[in-house]
């Protein structure tokens, strides 16, 4: 097949006219936390010998490159949950050089991969919903939060792309709105607040704890003044803000205290549920058994694992041209739910 490029011809465009050139590939199901929110630790992870190969996972990037796919993001579980997978991740890169490689972790296992991450030039999004240290063991299950903190500081002194991720639940860490946006007044990242999202069957979603984008945002304006972060031109000219693609789904905002100090990063919102943000996407989700999924919100899913081992690549790559001809708008879904929008819970869908 030919090089790569970030300029190959788009083929994957759906019958809204979206284009598709994002790729989020789950290497795995299996975490060494259990959020609340994501998964139920009564559902068995996925046997070994049902989820995707790494080879079968390259040939499947392959493929989605030729069809017009430059960006890639690797989620799990925790993808360093599986054995290897920082090798993989060296050999994707070297394989496919002018293809973006991000990564979304939950940090605790990311301390002997650091040096090579930032060598490769990976972005992470770090998934931290509390910055106390009991509230965090409660929410995941586990008291790791000061090995997270030092990871974290140990990426943002190695100057790798960081953005920080909390669902957003009220009652649970809406309190600790000031303590965890303030952390972009002192680093040069992304904090953003995830509308909490009432996925999979066992879900703990209810009004109860949704905390609504509208009423995080009167939260943050108590203590600072928001300034929204302009786009910046893809040729990187104009705005020092984010291009469209960099930002994704995110509103972002620059803080300003009082005193006229502005951060140094941004206070962001993913308005998930509020907002939708469907006539932008231009994603794909690749299960870790091998399986296509179009939208985060749809349950139906398109078998490719099967299909590379018994057919080879020109049937995947017609499952994927079909499966994205098909791609719904999900908030037409969430819409017209009167529960959770999908049967998987996210830990079985990927990040």
């Not at 904090?191 to 909490?196: A, G, L, N």
Request: proline fraction near 5%; hydrophobic fraction near 40%.
């Amino acid at each position: 097949m030919a090089e790569p490029h970030e300029d190959y011809p788009a083929v994957l465009t759906d019958a809204h006219g979206r284009t598709v050139r994002y790729l989020r590939i789950s290497v795995t199901d299996r975490c060494n936390l259990c959020c609340r929110y994501c998964r139920d630790d009564s559902v068995p992870f996925i046997p070994h010998e049902n989820i995707l190969r790494f080879e079968e996972i390259e040939k499947i990037i392959e493929i989605a490159v030729t069809l017009g796919v430059h960006k890639l993001r690797f989620t799990g579980g925790e993808p360093f949950a599986r054995k290897g997978f920082l090798d993989f991740l060296i050999k994707i890169h070297r394989r496919f050089p002018q293809t973006a490689l991000k990564l979304t972790s939950n940090g605790t296992l990311l301390a002997p991969a650091l040096d090579t991450l930032k060598e490769l030039g990976v972005s992470v999004n770090l998934s931290l919903d509390s910055l106390d240290r009991a509230k965090y063991a409660s929410i995941t299950g586990k008291d790791v939060l000061p090995t997270v903190l030092d990871n974290m500081h140990r990426m943002l002194e190695l100057g790798i792309p960081l953005k920080i991720n909390a669902v957003a639940m009220r009652g649970v860490n809406d309190n600790e709105l000031p303590a965890l946006a303030a952390m972009a007044m002192d680093w040069p990242v992304d904090v953003r607040f995830i509308e909490f999202m009432p996925m999979g069957d066992s879900t703990i979603w209810s009004n109860n704890l949704f905390w609504p984008a509208a009423d995080i945002l009167e939260s943050a304006r108590r203590h600072w003044r928001l300034e929204p972060v302009a786009l910046r031109r893809k040729d990187g000219q104009g705005s020092e803000g984010h291009t469209a693609e960099e930002r994704g789904p995110a509103k972002l905002w620059k803080l300003i205290t009082p005193e006229g100090q502005v951060s140094k990063g941004s206070f962001g919102l993913i308005t998930s549920v509020t907002q939708s943000f469907c006539q932008s996407c231009n994603r794909l989700r690749l299960t870790a058994e091998g399986n296509i999924r179009t939208c985060l919100f749809d349950d139906r899913e398109y078998p490719i694992r099967d299909a590379l081992r018994d057919k080879g690549e020109e049937e995947v790559r017609r499952i994927m041209i079909d499966a994205v001809s098909r791609k719904p708008v999900g908030a037409e879904i969430l819409a017209a739910s009167n529960g959770p929008v999908a049967h998987k819970r996210m830990s079985a869908i990927g990040g």
